[in-house]
């Protein structure tokens, strides 16, 4: 199904036809049912959100930044060993917002970290055949944060893991 949505959603974004409904929306509640909603398909595995306190309402598409944060955050459970921790931050840093999600799997060579967010790119030194996908997820992620005005980048070490942040504009 998470296929099916994700060639939909690369269709809609070539188009130019990618809706956004853009309200202000609390960005912590939205972050945290993300979560939720992943670690409810995950049984067993453990995502921690940390959130700073009293943080101001965003003007966003709730459906959209919960969408990237939920890929964000399947894509630390997939790439970790089953009993590592997924983090989920979110605080405010002058005129923006970030949220990261940091996990200790894989991680990503360091000459791979510049094409993670092309269309289709898979990093070709994944074990063949252990990790489905298409290489769409972090593609479209990219599109819904530039269509907020936000940035979208990683961090990793091969064989330590990965942080993957992204920011929003506070208004």
């Known amino acids: 199904m998470a ?3 994700d060639m939909l959603n690369l269709t809609r974004i070539k188009a130019g036809e990618l809706l956004y409904h ?3 929306m609390d960005l912590e509640l939205c972050l945290r049912e993300a979560a939720a909603a992943v670690q409810a398909a995950t049984p067993g595995r453990v995502i921690e959100v940390n959130a700073e306190p009293a943080l101001p309402a965003v003007k966003a598409d709730a459906g959209r930044i919960g969408q990237v944060a939920k890929n964000l955050l399947s894509n630390a459970l997939k ?9 989920l931050a979110l605080y405010r840093k002058s005129d923006r917002f970030e949220i990261s999600v940091s996990d200790h799997g894989i991680g990503i060579p360091r000459g791979k970290l510049k094409r993670v967010f092309d269309r289709f ?4 030194t994944l074990p063949k055949g252990k990790f489905e996908g298409l290489g769409l997820g972090l593609f479209i992620a990219a599109e819904i944060i530039h269509k907020h ?6 961090e990793s070490e091969e064989g330590k893991g990965s942080v993957f942040y992204f920011s929003l504009p506070v208004n």
């Open 22 to 24: 853009f309200e202000q």
């Open 121 to 124: 790119y898979r990093v070709d």
């Open 79 to 87: 790439y970790s060993p089953g009993n590592a921790q997924v983090k």
């Open 149 to 154: 005005r936000g940035n979208i980048w990683v």
């Open 3 to 5: 296929l099916i949505d």
